[in-house]
């Protein structure tokens, strides 16, 4: 079951149904919570090959007529909103540098039925106690830094790269430096960045970027950024179209359109 659905699902058990009545407006809770989730893909920043930082702080603004009716629960949809967040970076394997928080403000210069989301990154402060992880997750799960690991800074050291990984080994080169090339796909409105030599994409919960969808096989095809870039099928049951033309095996260009089942893939690549 997806994100959205378990969100929408724990919504309708709420203060007695207070909620569904509530959103009998043009605002929704689940496009709320599906401009969240795209903030985090919009906003994530690869510090290495096993760390994507999405921010941990949003506001979401909404017209005054919105806020006053959604003012007196904001708390509580707040923390929904925020669990939603969390559940959507263990999915995607994101990371956070403090606790999430979720805030409704007043936006006098929206109509109803509109609303805007912005969003921080907000660093625990390395002077206070390593905040305790979410009930039902264990210190060091996605969603906070790892339990023996001080957070990381709020944006890259002096310099303007990333710190060494404490494996050793070269530091990664930042995303949009001089000279690299940035490498993303978007499926169905949602970019996600590739950030390693392979990207597998399919079903499993441990493929690299998860894809809903009953016609794509559980490692249905991985993505190799060589020179040039190519896709490659995993002995997919349905295969991959790229481009219009039915194969194992393509060399993939910015724009490439992909089809895995009934999902549409496209590819995007641009000079730093």
Known sequence: MGVLKRFEQRLEGLVNGTFAKVFKSEVQPVEI????????????????????????????????????????????????????????????RYSFMGPIKVHLEKADDLDTGLYRVRSRTLASS??????????????????????????????????????RPATGGPA??????????????????????????TLVLGRSTEADVRIDDPGVSRRHCEIR?????????LGSTNGIVVDG????????????????GSTTIIYRQAEG
Not at 135 to 157: E, I
Not at 245 to 260: F, K, W
């Open 33 to 92: 919570a599906g401009a969240l989730q795209r903030e985090c893909d919009n906003n994530a920043t690869i510090w290495n090959r096993e760390r994507t930082v999405v921010p941990n702080d949003f506001i979401v603004e909404l017209s005054a007529g919105d806020y006053e009716r959604l003012s007196p629960y904001s708390g509580q949809l707040g923390d929904e909103l925020a669990g939603l967040v969390r559940d959507y970076a263990k999915q995607q």
């Open 126 to 163: 390395t002077s206070q106690a390593q905040p305790q992880a979410p009930q039902g997750q264990q210190p060091g799960g996605y969603g906070y830094p790892p339990a023996a690991v001080p957070p990381m800074p709020a944006g890259p050291p002096p310099g303007g790269a990333p710190r």
């Open 172 to 197: 990664p080169v930042p995303p949009g430096a001089p000279g690299t090339t940035r490498r993303w796909i978007e499926i169905n409105g949602t970019r996600h960045q590739i950030s390693r030599p």
């Open 225 to 233: 950024t060589g020179t040039p870039p190519t896709i490659q099928d």
């Open 245 to 260: 033309q039915h194969t194992t095996r393509a060399t993939l260009r910015d724009g490439s359109r992909i089809v895995v």
